[in-house]
């Protein structure tokens, strides 16, 4: 029932009075559909009487077939009509309702924080979101065109045969329907494990198939194909498994059902016929009996079904709606203001942060990079560097202490706002599989051609898509995979050139590339990074020797800060790391000179100079 509360404001919308008229338009069409319903079976009752000329009707005339039949013919179409009406009318309000759940979806994940996005599982949330969607575009339709008329067809037909029969007829039509929906309901909630099992294991084995797809290189490289199909086909073993209970678990219930309903249907007809035989109904009354007992039966077995299906989109949408009520970690407060961009002071005060309570990663550090100038962060993996960088786009909100950037607490700004004044080249740059010149305007959607060609041209990387025969209509493959580590970068490069932000983060830019490639990334990131205040987040340190402080980061603490210089001469940690790369960049050069520097990995080395 939490389930359709949550959608039902989608099928009544408040802001649209449009979509509104066309629900009432559809239930009015639904309503007169069923009324006919109740009407076609006594025009055939009329039809069988008039040609029983045994029965002593006053329709016994030549006419009175032929004008039933024609009624009831045309009450067929009309039924049909308005059922189809209904449909269309409605089709439009389903859709938007399924088109808003979806966007509010999506919205959601999108708003959720990056702790939760760092241990998703891709293909099973995409999987989720789908399975979710189609429940509830399943449920708004039938609830409203299968459940509610079928509803109604049973009241009428059981006040029809009050009636027109007696008490004791709507009495054992009553009891037959309530056998039914009592048997459907039970074993529709003994079923619904094996659904939640089948939906499990459907979420494992698309999560396994597109998390393998996703690392199609790292399976060739190490020839894990048949290991991986082998996980695969364990996933799907689940999955048949838990589909074979459910289709069994279905062949019973279709069984149950269908002896209900013909236990039933028999005992009503043995009734009519006994008043038949007895001088109390016509032959006519016989065949309104059974066809009112058919229109009935056929609805509320496809009842059955649609009860069972939406059992199962109920589920389906369970985990969507868990999905959704997923909480916001990081949210703008009530009076938070636009962030108004200036000259880029960042200033960390006394910032602590744990993504675990028991095992903190930032503890106490303050530092201010000055407007216009570049500050770096070195230090082994794990001291919290990047961190820092989270902490600053605000993906998480710091446990104790205050970020700020020209004096304003990124707390009390909007998250959107903030964003829009920060700039990032990551180490590990992912492009949408798109085109190149798309890619590049993502900095900033309104930017024109020449101006995300004039953001390339700086980023160095206008020539070689000029040289391409699609030039920027250029097509880079998912995840950027169809152009080279350094071409991707310049892409990224060029994209935050475009967005033109007050503050630029370099985290690990070059690290994954080799050291020409570096070089000629690292003239290009001097280019942007000019003039605009920097945090460069780097394990190379030759790539931070111009920094104007450098900050050593070490168990989440400043362990020192200087100038490359100063804290080489102080002959602490940083002069070690030094010492370190300046020795490994050394052993480089001698294989290189024996012949053997393409056996090296050059992302591992490093040259200080």
Not at 108 to 120: A, I, P
Not at 386 to 406: E, H, M, P
């Amino acid at each position: 029932m939490g389930v359709v509360r949550d959608v039902l404001p989608y099928l009544w919308p408040k802001d649209d009075p449009g979509l509104r008229a066309r629900v009432v338009l559809s239930l009015v069409s639904l309503a007169l559909a069923k009324a006919l319903t109740v009407v076609v079976p006594y025009f055939y009752k009329g039809a069988v009487d008039a040609l029983d000329t045994g029965t002593g009707t006053a329709l016994g005339i030549a006419a009175a077939p032929v004008f039933m039949i024609l009624a009831y013919a045309v009450a067929r179409i009309l039924n049909q009509a308005f059922a189809q009406a209904r449909d269309a009318i409605f089709a439009r309000v389903g859709q938007r309702a399924l088109r808003r759940l979806a966007l509010r979806t999506f919205r959601h994940v999108h708003s959720l924080s990056l702790r939760f996005h760092l241990t998703r599982r891709t293909g099973g949330l995409s999987r989720i979101i789908e399975r979710g969607t189609k429940g509830v575009d399943f449920l708004l339709r039938f609830m409203l065109f299968s459940v509610i008329p079928t509803l109604i067809e049973i009241g009428l037909v059981v006040a029809v045969f009050w009636v027109h029969f007696g008490g004791l007829y709507a009495v054992v039509l009553l009891v037959t329907v309530a056998l039914y929906v009592v048997f459907t309901y039970v074993v529709n909630e003994w079923r619904a494990r094996f659904r939640r099992q089948l939906n499990e294991t459907d979420t494992d084995a698309n999560t396994k198939a597109v998390d393998s797809l996703l690392n199609y290189e790292t399976v060739k490289y190490f020839g894990n194909e048949e290991r991986e199909a082998a996980r695969y086909d364990r996933a799907m073993a689940g999955y048949e498994e838990a589909a074979v209970r459910t289709q069994m678990s279905l062949a019973a219930l279709n069984l149950g059902q269908g002896a209900i309903i013909a236990v039933g249907l028999a005992i009503i007809m043995l009734m009519v016929a006994s008043g038949v035989q007895e001088g109390r109904f016509t032959i006519g009354d016989f065949v309104l009996a059974n066809t009112f007992l058919i229109q009935l039966y056929m609805p509320l077995n496809f009842l059955g079904t649609v009860f069972r299906e939406i059992k199962q989109s109920l589920i389906d949408m369970e985990t969507m709606f868990t999905l959704l009520g997923e909480p916001v970690e990081v949210v703008d407060r009530p009076d938070a203001r636009t962030f108004t961009p200036g000259p880029g002071e960042v200033r960390f005060e006394g910032v602590s942060f744990a993504y675990d309570p028991d095992r903190p990663i930032l503890k106490d550090v303050s530092f201010t990079i000055p407007a216009g100038r570049t500050v770096a962060l070195v230090g082994p993996s794990g001291g919290g560097k990047s961190t820092i960088a989270r902490l600053l786009f605000r993906f998480y909100d710091t446990g104790a202490g205050c970020i700020a950037i020209d004096g304003q607490d990124i707390r009390e700004v909007t998250q959107a706002s903030l964003r829009a004044g920060l700039g990032v080249v990551p180490q590990d740059t992912v492009l949408f599989n798109d085109t190149i010149g798309y890619n590049i305007r993502y900095g900033r959607l309104d930017a024109t051609d020449a101006e995300v060609e004039a953001a390339a041209a700086q980023a160095q990387i206008h020539d070689f898509v000029s040289r391409l025969p699609k030039g920027y209509a250029t097509e880079v493959g998912e995840r950027g995979l169809k152009l080279s580590g350094g071409e991707k970068q310049r892409v990224a490069i060029a994209r935050t050139i475009l967005k033109d932000p007050c503050v630029l983060i370099l985290d690990e830019a070059t690290s994954a590339l080799d050291v020409d490639t570096e070089r000629e990334i690292q003239s290009a990131l001097g280019a942007v990074s000019r003039g605009r205040t920097t945090l460069v987040i780097a394990h190379r340190l030759s790539t931070v020797v111009d920094a104007d402080e450098i900050l050593v980061i070490a168990d989440g603490r400043i362990e020192e800060r200087g100038t490359h210089a100063a804290l080489l001469a102080r002959k602490g940690r940083y002069a070690a790391m030094w010492s370190r790369q300046r020795a490994a960049a050394e052993a480089r050069a001698v294989l290189a000179e024996a012949g053997e520097g393409s056996r090296s990995h050059p992302a591992a080395l490093d040259d200080p100079a």
